[in-house]
Antibody
Framework: QVTLRESGPALVKPTQTLTLTCTFSGFSLSTSGMCVSWIRQPPGKALEWLALIDWDDDKYYSTSLKTRLTISKDTSKNQVVLTMTNMDPVDTATYYC??????????????WGQGTLVTVSS | QSALTQPASVSGSPGQSITISCTGTSSDVGSYNLVSWYQQHPGKAPKLMIYEVSKRPSGVSNRFSGSKSGNTASLTISGLQAEDEADYYCCSYAGSSTFWVFGGGTKLTVL
């Protein structure tokens, strides 16, 4: 059974760098077609796609945030890490990781973690 | 402002049907049959309800259906039940530069 769980600090200060970890089970990022994505949701607002890493270590980023984001994976630990630099209060959100697959086309985000709320405040 | 436009709210009585629209552009909804819909209850993670415009994942009630015409996708829920009350988000693939865009979400109230 597929599960994902996000972890990281609940509170960061403005200008700091946020590091979030997604630990998953039930699939492997060394399997062709497997990918993990990060998506965030500010309180009371809509979902926003942030980044994706695939089985081949290819990385894709939101155009508006790409200068601040880095996504990486540790296949042996079943983990994906997202870092976001220069945090601002507008980055306050629940951050989700989700599984997505590629097989002659993109699948939907079929499994999601429970999310982790990150507040940016001094 | 979200890339895809959804009504902020819709409502219906138990047993009725409702439809939620999701309007994009020729660069996203209009170009790809990769529209998905997610249900989100308060404080919970989104749950996949519809993918590839009209396909239902295993375990999702057949009361949920999806369609698309041009740049607008739609989610229809028939036989409304109290448990359907939630926020609904559409999502579309938008090509290899933008990747994925979401709608602003629609709050469904079951009266």
């Amino acid at each position: 059974q597929v599960t994902l769980r996000e972890s990281g600090p609940a509170l960061v200060k403005p200008t700091q760098t946020l590091t979030l970890t997604c630990t998953f089970s039930g699939f492997s990022l060394s399997t062709s077609g497997m990918c993990v994505s990060w998506i965030r949701q500010p309180p009371g607002k809509a979902l926003e796609w942030l980044a994706l890493i695939d089985w081949d270590d290819d990385k894709y980023y939101s155009t508006s945030l790409k200068t601040r984001l880095t996504i990486s994976k540790d296949t042996s630990k079943n983990q994906v890490v997202l870092t976001m630099t220069n945090m601002d209060p507008v980055d306050t959100a629940t951050y989700y990781c989700a599984r997505i697959q590629y097989s002659s086309g993109w699948s939907p985000f079929d499994y999601w973690g429970q999310g982790t709320l990150v507040t940016v405040s001094s | 402002q979200s890339a895809l436009t959804q009504p902020a709210s819709v409502s219906g009585s138990p047993g009725q049907s409702i439809t939620i629209s999701c309007t994009g552009t020729s660069s996203d909804v209009g170009s790809y049959n990769l529209v998905s819909w997610y249900q989100q209850h308060p404080g919970k993670a989104p749950k996949l309800m519809i993918y590839e415009v009209s396909k239902r994942p295993s375990g999702v009630s057949n009361r949920f259906s999806g369609s698309k015409s041009g740049n607008t996708a739609s989610l229809t829920i028939s036989g409304l039940q109290a448990e359907d009350e939630a926020d609904y988000y559409c999502c579309s693939y938008a090509g290899s530069s933008t990747f994925w865009v979401f709608g602003g979400g629609t709050k469904l109230t079951v009266l």
